[in-house]
């Protein structure tokens, strides 16, 4: 009898499932790991957060249909549905395109144009320097100021660093200490 009861209790019970995966941005065509990215699955209001390479885990679900959305991001592009029908989920991707306003290619068509600029992270009320403009005039490039309201880094990053390979080969690297040191990535990380 207590054998009986064991199994119709064991077989009453739900199993388990999981979702994980990895999410990525998309920066002009370049992908890059969205680490810190706050991510939520409904039904549940289940909350986790991807790790530095981009991972992310959803445990103890149960077969159902589930919506996994970005928690921060207001574009439209950012819910994906996800389906668990008696197995765990791996290596789900998920692929955000940033639709940043600097990127390589962005860069590469203002050295193109003659339009230039090196982009500053400035804080809430960026600062001009009197020698900004005599440095801008001999480069020829415009610096470009943001306020505390940045677009994603990693955009900025790419935009400069393509910049900064231009002008190694058309001045050498001497350009680098007449410039602010305060660009984006000029000698590192800024952030």
Known sequence: ???????????QEE?????????????????FPSNNLALKLNPGNIYTETDSLGFFKFNNLRNNTYQLKYVYDGSKNNEFGVIIKDKSIDNFKIVHDSNCQFSKQRA?????NNNIKLLVIGGYAPVKYVTDKFQEKKFNFK????GCLIENPQCIIQYNKTI????????GKQWRQEVRE??????????
């Open 1 to 11: 009898m207590l054998f009986c009861h064991s199994f119709i209790v064991i077989s």
């Open 15 to 31: 199993k388990n499932y999981s979702i994980s995966g990895y999410a990525y941005i998309k920066i002009g065509n370049d992908l």
């Open 108 to 112: 590469l068509e203002d050295i193109e």
């Open 143 to 146: 610096y470009y100021m943001f």
């Open 164 to 171: 900064f390979q231009f002008f190694d080969k058309k001045y």
């Open 182 to 191: 305060d660009i984006t990535f000029l000698n590192g990380s800024n952030f």
